[in-house]
Structure formats: structure tokens, C-alpha cells
């Protein structure tokens, strides 16, 4: 039965659209509603506990895990509840101390066979679906209060770092004890069903629609004709599937990963005097320092390209930087969507350039 579940459910729609906050000085607290927790840098799961049946993790691509310490240790817990069923919202990361690790050191613990590594799995908790197969439409900050009171005394699956702020001030200190000294990704902040997330610096996920064949000294063009590649095309999805420009990259990207990004030219769908025009399939994560108005070009994609079908005022990224791919991003509205520029950016920037 279990697995005629697995078959028809995905876990896709559960994952809240987020907005972005630019800086700490934008959140709007409001008192006893507002909920701001900790991120990590994992992997967002769906959980099912079932004290008659199977208890698992599932994954965006369907990998169900069923068996390892911080599982068993959430199971243990959840046996001592009077319910016997609960669907959870979790993120599977991992942790050295006190201390959660990056994405990629997640990936290689988690995929590994050492009993050690694994150890090291943790489970955040950050949202409760249904307990007993009824949803629970309780206000955030109940759910997380009720979570914690679950798993009390677990080291390994516990309710991620939250706080209820009244002034601005509560948000700086949490901020600084979790992000800046333990080194979580960044902040979800709730105001019931409006979330947003805020992260050190501005960064998003964007796909690479193309790649760039020359820069205004010729440069790229020459390595290219040497096999390497220096500075990708970046773009955004609209909620119609239009491909919006964000803006190009080439910071990050060092000699060894040119010369691998060459073989994006296998995936090219057309060529002109600047670009390289490839199959949209590669997001890649790219941190910025600041946002500046643009006049951007919108794409709908063909197997034969790109076609121009509009342009629109959006922002294009200060001094972008690679910071890595992400294999478990799709080219999709809601992976690589216009939603993930902080609001009012337009507008602000805007404003400075009138100062």
C-alpha cells in the first residue's frame, strides 16, 4: 500500500513560495505573529510517521529513506504521543558539534555507507502537516511549540531554531547567534501564510540559457576558441514560462570548471554573434552585492531557441559570483522564479538612482 502512495504523491506543492528579504531592516515584525527559524543547508523532505507502519523521509525526486539514527531517534519520540500517525515538513542537513555544514558535505554524509557520516544526519523540523490524518491549521509558532514538546531530549531530530520577535532588536541577536556565529544558511521569516527568506548576502538560483562568446576586449571569445568557457547567461522564469535575463556571471567560475563548461556547447539550440544559445537545464547559484534597474529581455524557449517576445523593467545583479550548481533545481517557475528578488528592490533602486 505504501508504495501505490509513493507512486502518486509529490512533495512539490508543500514547498512554500518564498519571497526575499534584501536586509534585516526590511522584516516588518508584527508582535505575536511574526516567526522567524533558522535555515539549513539540506535537503527539504516531506515525513510520514506511522507507529503500525513505515516511518520515512521523502525527497523532491522521490528517495525515500527509512532506516538511520535521527529517523529512529524522531520515531522513538513520536511513540510516546497519544496520536499514531503525523505528516511532517523537515530538512535533512548535517552537523559537526554545534555547527550545520554546507550542502555539499550533506550530499557526500548522506550518500555515504559510513556508519560515521551518517551519524552526523540531522533532521530540522520546521513544519506539521496533519497529525492523525487532519490538517492543522494552528498558527505557526503553535506548531513549532508542539513539535518541540514532542521531541524533547532528541540530539539528532528536533524543531530547528526559532523566535517570536517583538522588536527589531530580538531579530538582530537571533541573527547573529545562529547565522553569523553558528553559520546556518539564513532566516524563514512567517507572518501567518506570508513567508520570506533572508540570507547574508543576495544570491539566487538562476538557469543558464547561454553562453557568452566575447566581452567588450575580446577575451572570451579567445578562450572559448581554446575550449574554455568564461562567462555564462543567466536568466529567470516568469509564471508563464518565459525566460526573463538576469544578467551574466563570470566571478567564481575558476580554470578547471572553463574547461568542464565546454561541454555545454553539446546542449547548444542556436548561435549568434554573442552567444551560444543552449537547452535550459543547468540552475546555478549565484551570490550578489547589490541590485540595479535593467530594461531585460524576455525569451520563450523553442528547440530551434530563443525567441524575443518582450522586454520588461526588472534589475540586473552587482558584482555576481558563481557559487555552485544545483543538480536538485529544476528550470521551473517555482526553482528559478522572479519571486526570489526582494521586494521593492525595484523600487528602491530606483529611488537611489534620482538621489
Same mark, same amino acid.
Given at each position: 500500500m505504501i508504495e501505490d502512495f509513493m507512486l502518486d504523491f509529490r512533495i512539490d506543492h508543500y514547498k512554500p513560495k518564498m519571497r526575499v528579504y534584501k536586509s534585516l531592516s526590511d522584516v516588518a515584525i508584527?508582535?505575536?505573529?511574526?516567526?522567524?527559524?533558522?535555515?539549513?543547508?539540506?535537503?527539504?523532505?516531506?515525513?510520514?510517521?506511522?507507529?503500525?507502519?513505515?516511518?520515512?523521509?521523502?525527497?523532491?525526486w522521490g528517495r525515500k529513506r527509512?532506516?538511520?539514527?535521527?529517523?529512529?531517534?524522531?520515531?522513538?519520540? &513520536?511513540?510516546? +504521543?497519544?496520536?499514531?500517525?503525523?505528516?511532517? =515538513?523537515?530538512?535533512?542537513?548535517a552537523m559537526e558539534g554545534d555547527k550545520p555544514l554546507k550542502l555539499p558535505q550533506f550530499i557526500h554524509y548522506v550518500k555515504s555507507k559510513n556508519p560515521q557520516l551518517i551519524e552526523k544526519i540531522c533532521i530540522g523540523v520546521w513544519d506539521?502537516?496533519?497529525i492523525d490524518g487532519k490538517p492543522i491549521n494552528?498558527?505557526?509558532?503553535?506548531k513549532l511549540q508542539e513539535a518541540t514538546n514532542w521531541l524533547q531530549g532528541c540530539q539528532k531530530a528536533f524543531v530547528l531554531p526559532y523566535i517570536q520577535p517583538k522588536h527589531h532588536i530580538d531579530l538582530e541577536t537571533f541573527w547573529k547567534i545562529y547565522v553569523k556565529k553558528l553559520g546556518y544558511e539564513g532566516l524563514v521569516i512567517r507572518h501567518n501564510s506570508q513567508i520570506y527568506k533572508?540570507?547574508?548576502?543576495g544570491e539566487l538560483d538562476a538557469v543558464v540559457i547561454a553562453i557568452n562568446k566575447k566581452t567588450g576586449y575580446g577575451k572570451a571569445l579567445k &578562450?572559448?576558441? +581554446?575550449?574554455?568557457?568564461?562567462?555564462?547567461? =543567466?536568466?529567470l522564469i516568469n509564471e508563464n514560462g518565459e525566460f526573463v535575463e538576469i544578467g551574466d556571471v563570470a566571478s567564481g567560475i575558476d580554470l578547471q570548471l572553463r574547461k568542464a563548461l565546454y561541454q555545454l556547447?553539446?546542449?547548444?539550440?542556436?548561435e549568434?554573434?554573442?552567444?551560444?544559445?543552449?537547452?535550459?537545464?543547468?540552475?546555478?547559484?549565484v551570490e550578489y552585492t547589490e541590485l540595479f534597474p535593467s530594461e531585460n529581455k524576455v525569451y520563450r524557449y523553442t528547440p530551434q531557441g530563443y525567441i524575443e517576445t518582450a522586454k520588461t523593467n526588472l534589475v540586473r545583479l552587482r558584482h555576481p559570483r558563481l557559487f555552485r550548481f544545483r543538480p536538485d533545481k529544476q528550470p521551473t517557475p517555482q526553482d528559478v522564479g522572479l519571486n526570489q528578488i526582494p521586494e521593492n528592490a525595484l523600487l528602491r533602486e530606483k529611488n537611489y538612482e534620482n538621489l
Open positions: 508584527i508582535p505575536d505573529l511574526t516567526v522567524a527559524q533558522v535555515k539549513a543547508d539540506g535537503e527539504f523532505n516531506y515525513l510520514r510517521y506511522e507507529r503500525n507502519g513505515e516511518t520515512f523521509t521523502l525527497n523532491k527509512m532506516d538511520f539514527p535521527a529517523l529512529n531517534e524522531l520515531k522513538e519520540a &513520536l511513540s510516546r +504521543q497519544l496520536f499514531t500517525e503525523a505528516e511532517l =515538513l523537515v530538512e535533512l542537513f506539521i502537516i496533519s494552528e498558527n505557526h509558532a503553535w533572508l540570507k547574508p548576502k &578562450l572559448l576558441e +581554446q575550449g574554455y568557457v568564461t562567462s555564462l547567461h =543567466l536568466a556547447l553539446d546542449f547548444k539550440v542556436a549568434d554573434e554573442n552567444k551560444i544559445w543552449i537547452k535550459p537545464f543547468l540552475v546555478a547559484n
